[in-house]
């Protein structure tokens, strides 16, 4: 029924890289996130799907802190990323970001040049020795982001000249840019057509190599061709966390088996 | 008739033409609101709008063609002897004016019948006595042709106005009649409003745009006559400003641009780095509870007439500046009027432009922008600096040129703060003055209006008008080039 281009899935156990355990999420007076407790794996990608409103962006953006940013944003439980409780007094949500990279719905490229929008993390947090430290960091991170075949000769065009798909994939050169541990993807494919969804998924898969990805998507199509692990999100609970193989195969859970089979959502 | 009660007469004619082509319209139907092709007050509104409007344009146009008409056959009316050597044809028609609206005035107040002032000769009654006694004073006595000018243009009003009214009349029951004959159920009442609400706005539009013509042609017209009497050259290029109205005045532009130039840069240099910052704070650090404080209290600074300002400078800030770089000080600054006064409290003017529009455009920038910063872990100032306000530098540009055009514009805190020395001077706490504070000194008093020391103001004027003019266009032009970019 799926197309699973990675069928010979290594299910063996990796390392763990994020553990969130009883986090819940108020905005305000609405209690968005219950009680979701989930482990997430090095070098894996992990998909969170589920009907819209249903919590699971929201608990995206507690990974890097990005919740910080609102106002009437309340987190409480413990999110620990390789052990430490990011939500400790005494860490920097600006370095964690830095650590936990974040690319939107939306491709959303500053206004400047395409070379200056990837060199934008590296030179705020102080990565490269000299100028041709900085070019070899940003070649490095359009060819991991495969979009430098594309830019290479128009390093110094702005970014927002590009179309949607190239944009997205530049956003994801700027933060792979940064080398962080884990890359967050708010529904990366939604604003963009086939063709680039399909190249920004095959990226997603090369990341993997390196990166703990998490992904979020409306796609249940999407979730079961990227994703090793999957987790089912309804009503702001998390009801169904597991190898995306056995979710949408054989889901144990009866609101998992209706989502997925299109009865709710 | 009285043009009042001509408008009322039209209105209330409006008033009926409502209530029958509502009910004529709702009668062919039966009364049946559905088979109707519009609302049934589309209808009345219909024959309303046709009343009232042919109406008031015929009584509008007729009551701008109607004076320059009778001025033309009065003026024909008057033999060149009328016309003494130091007066013009301009000036006797303002005395036959004058004695036909005394003549008016004495017949409202039943001082002589409407016959004895058709009757009035100028050799055996003393017509300057008779409306002086009606309490219209004339500078002199009442030649027979200025009389009898005075006499033919009161008819040719007299009959102007009853035939306008009589026009009018017939304009407003001939739209009526045709709106009510139209008001049939099949009529499209709605779409005819419709286009009749469009004519109404774009008239209102016109009207706008017309009057700033009409601004710039006055100025055109009076520039041209100064510069006949006064070399171009000597205007644009010299160096001395010293009118004088005995004659042989130096009516140099450049001291009073320098001035102004002067006194602009330096209320930019206070408000644009205040407003600014102030705008960030207000849009990206404040919270919601000090931003509704602190974004009204600002822009209260932007209600403050600039009077006001001007004697906030003449009585706070002078003598502030003059405590510190005046005699007893450091001995630069001889009086509280100075360049300096002027252009601080002119800043503190700008702050509320500057902050109010730099807040709206840092605003519009989108939040995606500042989340692909702070995801990439940038900090506040950091997104700020690198991503917000480049994204928004438009914009602010925009704004900082608009609020230089009303800096080189603006005249009380100026004429308060500054002085009225002309002069050409590097030292800021020298007094110094502006075109537009020139422009005021040189048109108050009773300057003869023909002379160059006078007219010197209109070719100030035009000279402004150019270039807040070029300032705004090319705002402008900053504002939309970049604009495309970022979106």
Redesign the interface.
């Known amino acids: 029924m799926y197309d699973a281009p990675n069928s010979e899935r290594d299910v063996e156990v990796k390392d763990i890289k994020i553990t969130a355990q009883g986090v819940q999420v108020y905005y305000g007076d609405t209690h968005a996130i219950k009680d979701v407790s989930v482990d997430i794996e090095d070098k894996t990608v992990t998909a969170f799907i589920g009907p819209s409103g249903c919590g699971k962006s929201t608990f995206l953006r507690c990974l890097?802190r990005?919740n910080d940013?609102i106002?009437i944003a309340r987190v409480e439980g413990n999110i620990l990323l390789d052990g430490e409780d990011i939500y400790d007094k005494r860490v920097d949500p600006?370095?964690?970001?830095?650590?936990v990279?974040?690319?939107?719905q939306?491709p959303?490229?500053?206004?400047?040049s395409i070379y200056d929008n990837v060199a934008?993390?590296p030179r705020?947090?102080g990565m490269a020795k000299n100028k041709a430290d900085l070019d070899e960091i940003v070649e490095r991170a359009l060819k991991r982001g495969a979009i430098w075949n594309e830019v290479k000769d128009r390093l110094h065009a702005?970014g927002?000249g590009l179309s949607g798909g190239q944009q997205q994939r530049l956003?994801i050169a700027?933060?792979v840019a940064?080398e962080p541990e884990v890359l967050l993807m708010d529904e990366p494919c939604s604003a963009l057509d086939p063709i680039a969804t399909a190249q920004v998924e095959e990226l997603i898969d090369e990341l993997r190599r390196d990166y703990s990805v998490v992904i979020v998507t409306h796609s249940m199509q999407q979730a079961a061709r990227v994703s090793q692990k999957t987790a089912f999100f309804h009503l702001g609970n998390l009801v169904e966390f597991g190898v995306t193989d056995k979710i949408f195969t054989n889901p144990t859970d009866p609101r998992t088996e209706a989502y997925i089979t299109g009865r709710i959502g | 008739m009285p043009t009042l009660w001509l408008v009322l007469i039209v209105v209330a004619l409006g008033g009926i033409g409502f209530v029958l082509g509502r009910g004529r319209a709702l009668a062919s139907a039966g009364g049946d609101n559905r088979k109707l092709h519009s609302l049934p007050s589309y209808y009345g509104s219909n024959v309303a709008m046709k009343t009232i409007m042919p109406a008031m344009g015929v009584l509008v146009l007729w009551l701008i063609v109607q004076p320059f008409f009778v001025d033309a056959t009065v003026s024909k009316l008057l033999p060149d002897a009328a016309q003494s050597e130091d007066t013009t044809l301009g000036l006797v028609m303002s005395d036959v004016r004058r004695v036909a609206d005394g003549l008016d005035f004495a017949v409202a107040e039943g001082l002589l019948s409407p016959d004895e002032a058709q009757a009035l000769d100028a050799s055996s009654d003393n017509v300057r006595e008779t409306l002086g006694a009606a309490g219209v004073a004339l500078g002199s006595d009442v030649s027979a042709e200025v009389l009898n000018a005075a006499q033919r243009y009161r008819v040719l009003s007299a009959t102007g106005r009853l035939f306008m009214s009589a026009l009018v009349l017939v304009a407003a029951l001939g739209g009526c009649a045709w709106g009510v004959k139209n008001s049939h159920m099949d009529y499209r009442a709605r779409n005819v409003v419709e286009a009749g609400i469009e004519a109404l706005l774009v008239t209102a539009a016109s009207l706008a745009i017309l009057t700033t013509f009409g601004i710039v042609l006055s100025l055109i017209f009076n520039t041209i006559e100064f510069f006949q009497r006064y070399p171009a050259s000597e205007f644009f290029f010299s160096l001395v400003w010293s009118p004088s109205f005995g004659g042989g005045s130096e009516l140099g532009l450049l001291p009073l641009l320098w001035g102004t130039l002067y006194i602009s840069v330096i209320a930019l240099l206070v408000a644009v780095p205040i407003g600014l910052f102030a705008a960030i704070y207000l849009s990206e650090y404040a919270?919601?509870k000090v931003r509704g404080v602190a974004k009204p209290l600002l822009e209260v600074l932007a209600g403050i007439p600039t009077i006001v300002y001007g004697l906030f400078a003449l009585l706070t800030v002078g003598p502030l500046l003059m405590s510190v770089f005046g005699r007893e000080g450091l001995g630069w600054m001889q009086a509280g009027t100075a360049v300096m006064t002027a252009g601080l409290v002119m800043g503190i003017m700008l702050i509320p432009f500057v902050s109010s529009l730099s807040d709206d455009i840092i605003n519009a920038v989108?939040q995606?922008?500042?989340?692909?910063?702070?995801?990439?872990?940038?900090?506040q100032s950091?997104t700020i600096r690198?991503?917000v306000l480049?994204?928004a530098l438009p914009g602010i540009v925009g704004a900082i040129l608009l609020a230089a055009s009303r800096a080189i514009g603006e005249t009380m805190i100026v004429v308060l703060g500054a002085g009225a020395a002309a002069r050409l001077s590097m030292n800021p706490f020298d007094a110094m003055t502006t075109v537009t504070a020139k422009i005021v000194s040189q048109l108050t008093g009773d300057a003869d209006f023909s002379s160059p020391e006078a007219l010197v103001a209109f070719a100030l004027g035009m000279s402004l008008f150019v270039i807040t003019l070029g300032l705004n266009v090319f705002a402008l032009y900053i504002v939309r080039k970049y604009r495309e970019?970022?979106e």
């Open positions: 890097n990005m940013t106002d600006v370095q964690l970001r830095a650590k990279g974040m690319v939107f939306k959303n490229p500053f206004p400047k934008y993390g705020i947090h702005p927002t956003c700027r933060a940064t | 919270g919601p989108p995606a922008m500042r989340d692909g910063s702070y995801g990439l872990g940038a900090t950091e690198q991503v480049p994204a970019q970022y």
